[in-house]
RNA sequence: GCCUGGAUGGCGGAACUGGUAGACGCGUUGGACUCAAAAUCCAAUUCUCGCAAGGGAGUGAGAGUUCGAUUCUCUCUCCAGGCACCA
């Protein structure tokens, strides 16, 4: 028997240890039944779940749970990111190894996680910072650094001074620090980088299977960072030098318009022509300015100086001086410029600041000629003039043209350039996992054998906070021997970017505890790709892309098969309170914790989903919380007054004969299951809980006449099906409650393994529907008709209306519009 | 500046391929139950004129297409997110 008062203490416990003891969440290869992979981004272990996590996982159940109802073999693991710096400023701040405060925090958040009963598998949970985790990474680096896809170059990084650390670019925000605030500086290091440009091309071309079922967003935030540009490299040649200057274009349709060439002050030709010692004072002073240049400062005026060399251009052999200019980017394309002010709005700046030459050789029209003098450059479409033989040829056709004859010449080349850059996996911290490199004076940079790995992190370290890597200052860890020749050798004691270990994690899921390798290929081809992926967008350009950027490798090393690594994604909105983001400085932090204990699992998660749609922000609002601990005390109590009927027998649909009232509440039944089911599959989850609402209250309605309405034979008949179908609807959102009434109902398993109801099309057709009247377009009346009806009929009966008639008094009839079923229009004038 | 999205009652949000704008929830108001309160149940709730019947306006602003536009087209305003001397 069912208590009157719900109580969702006493019974979520009980189901979750069910669950736990009978294995329902535990997935397995050997189903008959189709795959099914649903994941969420995991947690990094803080300490607390927050709010964002809830959100994130009551999405993700939904969809694992509705998936099994639905017949499939459903994987949802959990595990843990559980490298990072805040367990390091832990161990600096409380002398707790990071390893020790990281694994306390797993354990406190599983208890939460837990109490939440999201359905996982967690004999497959992966810690990221374990050796058997870790391991796997080194070994997949090891092989990067054999294929040349790993490779240390010396270069110019974002160093935060209080993480001590490099940072990304993409993790500097508004220079300043991602995660500590602290403004960024630049520092010289020699860096670890991953080649991921060399699959820039494949990341592009992958979106391909991805445009209908990644967000548009995601993908065009994606396409953006990657940055792809259709040009040329045009080589200039120094007068009086073998040297060369390469250029990258998208304009080689203007080549005839190069009036001078600009170079980065980083550029390496930079140096040897500037040809007075004025030159080098000036190239020193920018180098300076470029280098303190904040990531997020705005240029105003550009700067430069002429190098006091001069340049051949590649088709008509004029001399263009050299210049040096503080905005051409060393970091993109090759670090000099074809200066063509005419139609470059920063060349036309250049020239304007230093009275160069501005040279026409597009024209809108042909036979006109450019605008003189120009107030600024023009950058559209165009024909060719004062460009020899390419003389009145479109810019587009040019383009092609002018590059071939430059190809033919040895000259120049086509090319792609990208945006995206090499990824900086290089880490000056301890809590992350090392990189399996030894730098020995005879062989050089050895990657650690495969036998020797893991290269573990100590456990025997201090940690002051200051002067860099502990791994550095450790007593024995960089000292080592060299792999191939057994000299005495330094270890490497970078460790590797967290991004890293999230970047295969998924794929480690479908085999978690493999020894012999990151994960056997049989049970990766079984499971992935991941089918539905669930997060925050804020990993649209990292996490995302270098996910499938390790797919794709380990594809093509044979670890996996597959292009993509998540079919599906669906990225969340935030968690805010009072329109702000929630924050420890804000004061306006909810904890999951608070809203467990007062209204249970099942209320929380309800919210979580019907608060607003899952791709938008959610504005915590705790009036909306009892809301919806309401409705599921009303489904409590509307099971608890009829338990008895409830619990009988049902007998067979063709013995009852149901009343009219009992039709319509039927039909509100199976219009709810067709509902639930679009709206699940659409990601309208908020819908779908207020379909479940209305058959609620049509429940109560229905009692409202006379409180035993459903003693009737088809009034029982008629509620034993709609609370069947409520509770089967309602597993997937508030699982424990659907359980245990599930059970009242004298079901013997559980309604999580049970199938999910199919509508009856049958029901849902009613014989009349309600003809909208309208008069030029505005509703005037509304009545019941029956269907099937004929538009002379209709028209004969909208005339025919009191209150239609007013409206047409000394007007004529223009046009009858009869949407059947729908709406009747009277068209009068 | 460029690229994406958005803008609907007091609030969160619904609305099929152009066809009843405001589902569902919150809040508010009224009623029932109660000695009373809480809880619960019922009803009303876009604004506006009206005792009412009924009328008028209404989906950020302005135009357009249409018998009919929250939905399609154009222009503009504001908001959010992303990117930015990228050649």
């Given at each position: 028997?069912?208590?009157?008062?719900?109580?969702?203490?006493?019974?979520?416990?009980?189901?979750?240890?069910?669950?736990?003891?009978?294995?329902?969440?535990?997935?397995?290869?050997?189903?008959?039944?189709?795959?099914?992979?649903?994941?969420?981004?995991?947690?990094?272990?803080?300490?607390?779940?927050?709010?964002?996590?809830?959100?994130?996982?009551?999405?993700?159940?939904?969809?694992?749970?509705?998936?099994?109802?639905?017949?499939?073999?459903?994987?949802?693991?959990?595990?843990?990111?559980?490298?990072?710096?805040?367990?390091?400023?832990?161990?600096?701040?409380?002398?707790?190894?990071?390893?020790?405060?990281?694994?306390?925090?797993?354990?406190?958040?599983?208890?939460?996680?837990?109490?939440?009963?999201?359905?996982?598998?967690?004999?497959r949970?992966v810690?990221?910072?374990l050796p058997e985790y870790y391991r796997w990474e080194q070994m997949?680096?090891?092989?990067?650094?054999?294929?040349?896809?790993?490779?240390?170059?010396?270069?110019?990084?974002?160093?935060?001074?209080?993480?001590?650390?490099?940072?990304?670019?993409?993790?500097?925000?508004?220079?300043?620090?991602?995660?500590?605030?602290?403004?960024?500086?630049?520092?010289?290091?020699?860096?670890?980088?991953?080649?991921?440009?060399?699959?820039?091309?494949?990341?592009?071309?992958?979106?391909?299977?991805?445009?209908?079922?990644?967000?548009?967003?995601?993908?065009?935030?994606?396409?953006?960072?990657?940055?792809?540009?259709?040009?040329?490299?045009?080589?200039?040649?120094?007068?009086?030098?073998?040297?060369?200057?390469?250029?990258?274009?998208?304009?080689?349709?203007?080549?005839?318009?190069?009036?001078?060439?600009?170079?980065?002050?980083?550029?390496?030709?930079?140096?040897?022509?500037?040809?007075?010692?004025?030159?080098?004072?000036?190239?020193?002073?920018?180098?300076?300015?470029?280098?303190?240049?904040?990531?997020?400062?705005?240029?105003?005026?550009?700067?430069?100086?002429?190098?006091?060399?001069?340049?051949?251009?590649?088709?008509?052999?004029?001399?263009?001086?050299?210049?040096?200019?503080?905005?051409?980017?060393?970091?993109?394309?090759?670090?000099?410029?074809?200066?063509?002010?005419?139609?470059?709005?920063?060349?036309?700046?250049?020239?304007?600041?230093?009275?160069?030459?501005?040279?026409?050789?597009?024209?809108?029209?042909?036979?006109?000629?450019?605008?003189?003098?120009?107030?600024?450059?023009?950058?559209?479409?165009?024909?060719?003039?004062?460009?020899?033989?390419?003389?009145?040829?479109?810019?587009?056709?040019?383009?092609?043209?002018?590059?071939?004859?430059?190809?033919?010449?040895?000259?120049?080349?086509?090319?792609?350039?990208?945006?995206?850059?090499?990824?900086?996996?290089?880490?000056?911290?301890?809590?992350?996992?090392?990189?399996?490199?030894?730098?020995?004076?005879?062989?050089?940079?050895?990657?650690?054998?495969e036998k020797?790995l893991p290269?573990?992190?100590?456990?025997?370290?201090?940690?002051?906070?200051?002067?860099?890597?502990?791994?550095?200052?450790?007593?024995?860890?960089?000292?080592?021997?060299?792999?191939?020749?057994?000299?005495?050798?330094?270890?490497?004691?970078?460790?590797?970017?967290?991004?890293?270990?999230?970047?295969?994690?998924?794929?480690r899921?479908t085999d978690p505890h493999c020894s012999t390798g990151p994960f056997a290929?049989?049970k990766?081809?079984?499971?992935?790709?991941?089918?539905?992926?669930?997060?925050?967008?804020?990993?649209?350009?990292?996490?995302?892309?270098?996910?499938?950027?390790?797919?794709?490798?380990?594809?093509?090393?044979?670890?996996?098969?597959?292009?993509?690594?998540?079919?599906?994604?669906?990225?969340?909105?935030?968690?805010?309170?009072?329109?702000?983001?929630?924050?420890?400085?804000?004061?306006?932090?909810?904890?999951?914790?608070?809203?467990?204990?007062?209204?249970?699992?099942?209320?929380?998660?309800?919210?979580?989903?019907?608060?607003?749609?899952?791709?938008?922000?959610?504005?915590?609002?705790?009036?909306?919380?009892?809301?919806?601990?309401?409705?599921?005390?009303?489904?409590?109590?509307?099971?608890?007054?009829?338990?008895?009927?409830?619990?009988?027998?049902?007998?067979?649909?063709?013995?009852?004969?149901?009343?009219?009232?009992?039709?319509?509440?039927?039909?509100?039944?199976?219009?709810?299951?067709?509902?639930?089911?679009?709206?699940?599959?659409?990601?309208?989850?908020?819908?779908?809980?207020?379909?479940?609402?209305?058959?609620?209250?049509?429940?109560?309605?229905?009692?409202?006449?006379?409180?035993?309405?459903?003693?009737?034979?088809?009034?029982?008949?008629?509620?034993?099906?709609?609370?069947?179908?409520?509770?089967?609807?309602?597993?997937?959102?508030?699982?424990?409650?659907?359980?245990?009434?599930?059970?009242?109902?004298?079901?013997?398993?559980?309604?999580?393994?049970?199938?999910?109801?199919?509508?009856?099309?049958?029901?849902?057709?009613?014989?009349?529907?309600?003809?909208?009247?309208?008069?030029?377009?505005?509703?005037?009346?509304?009545?019941?008709?029956?269907?099937?009806?004929?538009?002379?009929?209709?028209?004969?009966?909208?005339?025919?209306?009191?209150?239609?008639?007013?409206?047409?008094?000394?007007?004529?009839?223009?046009?009858?519009?009869?949407?059947?079923?729908?709406?009747?229009?009277?068209?009068?004038?």
């Amino acid at each position: 028997m069912v208590s009157e008062k719900y109580d969702p203490k006493g019974i979520e416990g009980k189901w979750q240890q069910l669950w736990a003891e009978q294995n329902v969440f535990k997935a397995t290869e050997d189903s008959p039944k189709p795959k099914y992979f649903c994941l969420c981004m995991f947690p990094y272990p803080s300490g607390n779940i927050h709010m964002g996590h809830m959100r994130n996982y009551s999405i993700g159940d939904l969809i694992s749970r509705y998936k099994r109802m639905k017949g499939f073999n459903v994987l949802q693991p959990i595990g843990w990111d559980s490298f990072g710096l805040p367990a390091e400023n832990a161990a600096i701040q409380r002398s707790v190894h990071p390893r020790d405060w990281t694994l306390q925090n797993i354990a406190q958040m599983k208890v939460e996680l837990k109490s939440m009963g999201i359905g996982y598998d967690w004999d497959r949970e992966v810690t990221t910072c374990l050796p058997e985790y870790y391991r796997w990474e080194q070994m997949l680096f090891t092989k990067f650094f054999e294929k040349g896809l790993a490779y240390k170059k010396r270069g110019q990084v974002n160093w935060c001074p209080k993480c001590e650390t490099v940072l990304a670019n993409e993790q500097v925000q508004e220079g300043a620090c991602w995660r500590c605030d602290s403004p960024v500086v630049v520092k010289d290091l020699s860096q670890w980088y991953l080649k991921i440009t060399a699959y820039a091309d494949q990341l592009l071309s992958g979106h391909q299977q991805l445009e209908k079922s990644w967000p548009q967003r995601v993908l065009d935030m994606q396409k953006h960072w990657i940055g792809e540009s259709q040009g040329g490299r045009i080589q200039f040649q120094v007068e009086g030098s073998q040297e060369k200057i390469e250029i990258f274009t998208t304009r080689p349709d203007t080549l005839f318009g190069v009036t001078f060439v600009t170079l980065a002050a980083a550029h390496p030709l930079a140096q040897k022509l500037c040809k007075t010692p004025d030159a080098l004072k000036h190239l020193e002073q920018i180098k300076v300015a470029v280098a303190l240049r904040r990531p997020d400062e705005e240029i105003k005026e550009k700067k430069g100086f002429f190098t006091g060399s001069y340049a051949i251009h590649p088709l008509t052999g004029a001399k263009v001086p050299v210049w040096v200019g503080d905005f051409v980017v060393m970091e993109y394309g090759t670090g000099a410029v074809m200066a063509v002010p005419a139609h470059d709005q920063r060349d036309f700046e250049f020239a304007q600041t230093y009275q160069l030459p501005i040279k026409t050789v597009i024209v809108p029209n042909k036979d006109e000629g450019g605008a003189q003098p120009m107030k600024e450059a023009y950058t559209g479409s165009g024909f060719l003039t004062e460009s020899g033989s390419f003389n009145g040829q479109d810019n587009e056709t040019a383009k092609t043209n002018i590059l071939k004859e430059l190809e033919s010449k040895k000259l120049g080349i086509k090319t792609i350039q990208y945006r995206l850059r090499d990824w900086g996996v290089s880490r000056q911290r301890f809590w992350g996992a090392p990189i399996p490199i030894v730098y020995c004076e005879s062989c050089g940079t050895v990657p650690v054998p495969e036998k020797d790995l893991p290269v573990e992190l100590p456990m025997d370290v201090t940690f002051s906070g200051k002067q860099g890597n502990p791994l550095e200052q450790h007593p024995t860890f960089s000292k080592t021997q060299c792999p191939k020749c057994q000299k005495t050798a330094r270890r490497e004691t970078d460790t590797m970017d967290t991004f890293v270990e999230s970047s295969w994690y998924y794929a480690r899921y479908t085999d978690p505890h493999c020894s012999t390798g990151p994960f056997a290929k049989a049970k990766a081809d079984y499971w992935l790709p991941v089918d539905y992926y669930v997060g925050g967008v804020e990993h649209a350009c990292m996490h995302l892309l270098y996910s499938r950027f390790f797919h794709k490798i380990l594809r093509d090393w044979g670890f996996l098969k597959g292009d993509e690594p998540f079919s599906r994604l669906l990225t969340q909105g935030m968690v805010i309170k009072d329109g702000a983001k929630m924050s420890k400085s804000k004061g306006n932090v909810v904890t999951p914790g608070s809203i467990l204990d007062r209204f249970g699992a099942d209320t929380a998660r309800l919210f979580s989903l019907f608060a607003a749609p899952p791709e938008k922000d959610l504005d915590w609002n705790e009036k909306g919380v009892e809301g919806c601990h309401r409705f599921l005390q009303r489904v409590w109590r509307l099971f608890y007054q009829h338990q008895s009927l409830l619990a009988e027998a049902q007998v067979a649909e063709k013995e009852i004969t149901f009343s009219d009232k009992c039709l319509a509440l039927r039909r509100k039944t199976h219009w709810m299951i067709q509902k639930m089911t679009e709206d699940i599959e659409s990601e309208k989850f908020n819908v779908a809980i207020s379909a479940a609402m209305e058959l609620v209250n049509e429940l109560y309605g229905a009692l409202t006449d006379h409180d035993k309405f459903f003693s009737t034979p088809d009034g029982k008949w008629t509620l034993q099906e709609a609370v069947h179908s409520l509770l089967l609807c309602l597993a997937p959102f508030a699982p424990h409650m659907m359980e245990e009434l599930w059970h009242e109902m004298g079901n013997k398993t559980f309604v999580t393994c049970a199938d999910w109801p199919k509508f009856r099309a049958d029901l849902l057709t009613e014989s009349k529907f309600t003809l909208v009247v309208q008069v030029n377009g505005k509703v005037r009346e509304r009545i019941e008709v029956a269907k099937g009806i004929t538009k002379e009929d209709v028209q004969k009966l909208v005339l025919g209306m009191d209150k239609i008639k007013p409206f047409m008094e000394g007007k004529t009839l223009k046009q009858f519009v009869y949407v059947p079923e729908r709406i009747a229009n009277v068209v009068v004038v």
